[in-house]
């Protein structure tokens, strides 16, 4: 089935650092990618969806300038979590369609990132 | 109302019990529905997709009823390795959104 990679898996970070999350659909294009944030016993929170080629559309409440999205290839988009602080702390997903697949409803999700700011 | 409501657990059932969850969605116009599975720290993971009719898959069972705006998923027999958190999903149509989740029922399954 389709493969959604994500990296980093992990990763610790100083306060005020910025930290680039990948995520590449590995066998499929892909226009559209999500990027969700799980916090503890949560559930996924959509954050925002991102366009090749364009703009990423937030969700409300998200600081766009806190979480630059890039989404420069039909098979990559990046999360960057700038001037990260202790609170931005949490499990951060992507996700992207196999537009070409015939169940276009189903979502496949990178392995998640889980980053912790000191 | 939120989107999609669980009840969310735990459920601690006996290794052979057979389990049900339920979930309901508030937008009447959902067109598509999923069970997902989330193990600890991981991904979530489609279980499987959820059809009018009703849909088997060995030892899971999904049944929808639109009017009530409810979906369920039965297990039978359940497994150690049943234990985790099962998501319900809905797909809201209104433009290129992607799917709503639940907060997930989580399952622990006892020897």
């Known amino acids: 089935g389709a493969v959604v990679s994500q990296h980093p898996s992990r990763v610790i970070c100083k306060s005020g650092t910025s930290v680039k999350i990948e995520c590449r659909s590995l066998?499929?294009?892909?226009?559209?990618m999500f990027w969700y944030r799980q916090f503890p016993k949560k559930s996924l929170m959509l954050m925002a969806t991102s366009n090749e080629g364009s703009k990423a559309t937030y969700e409300q409440g998200v600081e766009k300038d806190k979480f630059l999205i890039n989404h420069a290839s039909l098979t990559l988009s990046t999360l960057t979590v700038t001037s990260a602080h202790p609170e931005d702390s949490s499990f951060y997903i992507c996700?992207?369609?196999?537009?070409?697949?015939?169940?276009?409803?189903?979502?496949?999700f990178g392995e998640g990132s889980r980053l912790t700011v000191l | 109302r939120k989107e999609v409501e669980q009840d969310p657990g735990p459920f601690n059932v006996p290794e052979g019990a057979t389990v049900a969850f339920n979930c309901t969605y508030s937008n009447s116009a959902s067109q598509s529905f999923f069970w997902y599975r989330q193990d600890c720290r991981k991904e979530p993971k489609l279980l499987m997709s959820v059809y009018s009719s009703g849909n088997e898959d060995g030892r899971f069972t999904a049944q929808l009823n639109r009017a009530s705006q409810y979906i369920s998923l039965l297990i039978r027999d359940s497994k150690l390795s049943d234990s985790a958190t099962y998501l319900c999903v809905v797909n809201i149509p209104t433009g290129n959104t992607p799917l709503v989740f639940g907060k997930g029922t989580r399952l622990s399954v006892i020897a």
């Open positions: 996700s992207a369609r196999d537009e070409q697949a015939t169940n276009t409803g189903e979502l496949f």
């Open positions: 066998d499929f294009q892909a226009t559209t």
